[in-house]
């Protein structure tokens, strides 16, 4: 067990330092383009720090394990917004973009509220795969004429205040570099935490469906949560909540919708019951919280973080799982 142990400590280090270029390379890639990192992180980050909820989606729904796929995402969606946002917060005051409130959390709050309707008959059909996986595609190619149309550009102080200047297109490979590497190293470093913690806790005789419920939703959020706490850090709270965001947008749209594609989902009826109910309120009522506060600090911060314990200590004390060999 202590080779799995440090097989853990292994994949943390991976993963911050995946994080670490990652963050680095999405800041030159938003300076070479004169666009903000806000857009980067609903983007390139956000969809590559979600490949892991689409590789477990996709491989367990294929296997015919769609209550993996399923919940995976409902976990990973309230980590990222609950967790992943409320963590920023605590770490260092967050401006609320004013793009992130008129935009970008209405069009998560609606495809929350698409995947939580598709799924009222429990199942979630090709055709409403499909029609998930067009709103990917719309979504995409509406933020491309918002930066084609200048409306997500740095400010002009910004750029000019850079010291990368002339340097910035000849950097523009070196960064598309990093961020393939960055996320590589988070995909990496996620499994290395998940795969060996889960023979760590089957040891302590955890039950495979805590396990679920709990390593697998954060553990594949962990690229989220690892590039939010550097993105913090180094100052761009943009990126962080651009991050969670956008990667919920991608988990219901993508994940789900091209999942969806290859095989029919059918849906849990518990988790349709209070699972899904829980993720769409949850969510939904941040967009407010955004929309009437503008910064979210440690007070806010906290409070999603608690809303967040919540939800894992119901499943936790609800009788829907067994902890035991």
């Known amino acids: 067990m202590w080779t799995e142990i440090g097989f853990v400590l292994i994949g943390f280090v991976v993963l911050i330092f995946g994080a670490e270029i990652l963050v680095r390379g999405a800041r030159h890639i938003a300076l070479s ?20 909820e689409l590789f477990v989606s996709l491989a367990a729904a294929l296997d015919g394990n769609a209550d993996v796929a399923i919940g995976n995402v409902i976990g990973s969606n309230l980590f990222n917004i609950l967790v992943i946002i409320g963590l920023t917060a605590v770490i260092s005051p967050v401006t609320i973009a004013p793009s992130i409130i008129r935009r970008d959390m209405p069009a998560m709050v609606l495809a929350l509220f698409l995947f939580v309707f598709f799924s009222r008959d429990l199942i979630i059909s090709r055709v409403e795969g ?30 000019e205040r850079s010291d990368e200047g002339h340097e910035k297109k000849s950097n523009f490979f070196l960064s598309c570099v ?9 995909v ?30 954060a553990g594949t959020s962990l690229p989220e949560l690892a590039t939010t706490v550097v993105a913090a850090y180094k100052g761009e709270p943009d990126l962080a909540v651009g991050n969670a965001v956008g990667s919920n947008i991608f988990n219901v749209l993508c994940v789900i919708g091209l999942t969806a594609l290859f095989v029919p989902l059918s849906v849990d009826a518990a988790a349709f019951d209070f699972d899904m109910l829980y993720m769409l309120v949850a969510c939904a009522l ?9 910064e979210l600090r440690l007070f806010s911060g906290g ?3 608690i809303t967040y314990g919540a939800y894992i200590t119901f499943i936790l004390m609800s009788g829907r799982v067994e902890v035991g060999g």
């Open 178 to 186: 990093l961020i393939l590497l960055g996320l590589g190293g988070l």
């Open 130 to 159: 499909g029609v998930l996986f067009a709103g990917i595609l719309l979504y995409l190619w509406g933020n491309y004429l918002l930066v084609t149309r200048g409306e997500l550009t740095l400010e002009a102080e910004v750029i």
């Open 303 to 305: 409070v999603l973080l």
């Open 286 to 294: 941040v967009w407010p919280l955004m929309f009437f506060m503008r």
């Open 33 to 52: 383009f004169g666009v903000s990192t806000l857009i980067i992180g609903l983007t390139i980050v956000a969809f590559g720090t979600s490949a892991p």
């Open 188 to 217: 990496l470093g996620a499994n290395l935490i998940v795969e060996n913690a889960t023979i760590v806790a089957r040891a302590f005789g955890v039950s495979d469906l805590v396990i679920g419920v709990t390593l697998v939703a």
